[in-house]
């Protein structure tokens, strides 16, 4: 079955780095799209980054230049890497899964079109 499991949350101070982590199973990553979400509190859930199937990425203006994503099909792992950390990051992170077949380029932009998300992890930028 698909499971996604994040990890690398963690508290941190403004300025710093972190690296996020998505095991993925129960699916090859070249037939699926992936997506990374964040939601802090009173806030609704927003996509920060997303990797098709072929590879091919796409990261919102609000986080382009700090954050990326990237993938390991070895691993069955996705990655964000968050730089320069702001207060206003701090929120759970998810990872979100949605099948669109082999080596499509098409991923979804609305957290409503994937199928399968991770419990999420925390992520707290506070000095």
């Known amino acids: 079955q698909v499971q996604l499991v994040e990890s690398g949350g963690g508290l941190v101070q403004p300025g710093s780095s972190l690296r996020l982590s998505c095991a993925t199973s129960g699916f090859r990553l070249n037939y699926y799209a992936i997506g990374w979400f964040r939601q802090a509190p009173g806030k609704e859930r927003e996509g920060v980054s997303c990797v098709a199937a072929d590879g091919s990425t796409y990261t919102p203006d609000s986080v382009k230049g700090r954050f990326t994503i990237s993938r390991d099909n070895a691993k069955n792992t996705v990655y964000l890497q968050m730089n320069s950390l702001k207060p206003e990051d701090t929120a759970i992170y998810y990872c979100?899964?949605?099948?669109?077949?082999?080596?499509?380029?098409?991923?979804?932009?609305?957290?409503?079109?994937?199928?399968?998300w991770g419990q999420g992890t925390q992520v707290t930028v506070s000095s």
């Open positions: 979100a899964a949605h099948e669109v077949g082999y080596g499509s380029s098409w991923f979804p932009r609305s957290r409503n079109e994937y199928t399968y």
